[in-house]
């Protein structure tokens, strides 16, 4: 998320304790599901071009950066401070790098004025927009990681509307390089797909 170019519609006001817990909770919800990866699975397509270590690694690098972030340094600066191949974010312990790096994000999040501003590749962002696009992109990525694996697909309905929120500021053709355009579903579709669909995920 920290590299994405996109201009989004300002952040509604919300109650930033609000915030913080769903966007722990989206934390433990991606947890499980990495741990819940088999042996043989890391390998396989999670994504197009992205295996399911990339996929996990991903979250690990966005995970990184957002102390820094938080801590005001820009993300030209923060990017050169870590390793960004799957490889060398996971260490040979995918669910040890995720739990670390979101540990110490949560950490930060939780002594941070939400108030505040971060500077990311497309310039300064209110940290409450920042972090609902780090809640979405658990959420949804949760859910990549989920259908990849044989997980559980149903996405706890709190974190749902978190992900909505973000969904209803996408531009109408996705963000190039980071969400594909909104796919098209047929009548009667569900709360869940047709926010997915926003994000360019057929459920």
Not at 2 to 11: I, K, M, N, Q, Y
Not at 73 to 78: E, F, G, R
Not at 122 to 127: N, S
Not at 180 to 200: I, K, M, N, T, W
């Amino acid at each position: 998320m920290s590299g994405a170019r996109c201009s989004l519609d300002a952040v509604p006001p919300a109650d930033d304790a609000a915030l913080i817990e769903l966007f722990q909770r989206a934390q433990n919800a991606f947890t499980d599901l990495v741990d819940a990866v088999e042996a043989g699975q890391w390998d396989d397509e999670a994504l197009p071009g992205w295996t399911v270590a990339d996929l996990v690694a991903h979250l690990v690098d966005e995970a990184r950066w957002i102390p820094d972030l938080l801590a005001g340094d820009p993300a030209d600066l923060v990017e050169p401070r870590f390793a960004h191949d799957t490889d060398g974010l996971l260490a040979g312990d995918a669910l040890g790098a995720w739990e670390t790096a979101a540990d110490e994000a949560l950490a930060a999040l939780a002594t941070t004025d939400l108030a505040g501003t971060v500077h990311l590749s497309r310039g300064p962002t209110p940290v409450r927009e920042y972090l609902q696009e780090l809640t979405a992109d658990l959420v949804v990525h949760g859910w990549d990681l989920a259908r990849a694996t044989g997980g559980d697909e149903r996405i706890d309905p709190a974190l749902l509307g978190a992900a909505a929120v973000l969904a209803d500021r996408l531009p109408d053709g996705g963000l190039p390089g980071f969400f594909d355009p909104p796919v098209e579903l047929p009548d009667g579709a569900s709360e869940q797909a047709r926010v997915l669909a926003r994000y360019g995920r057929r459920a």
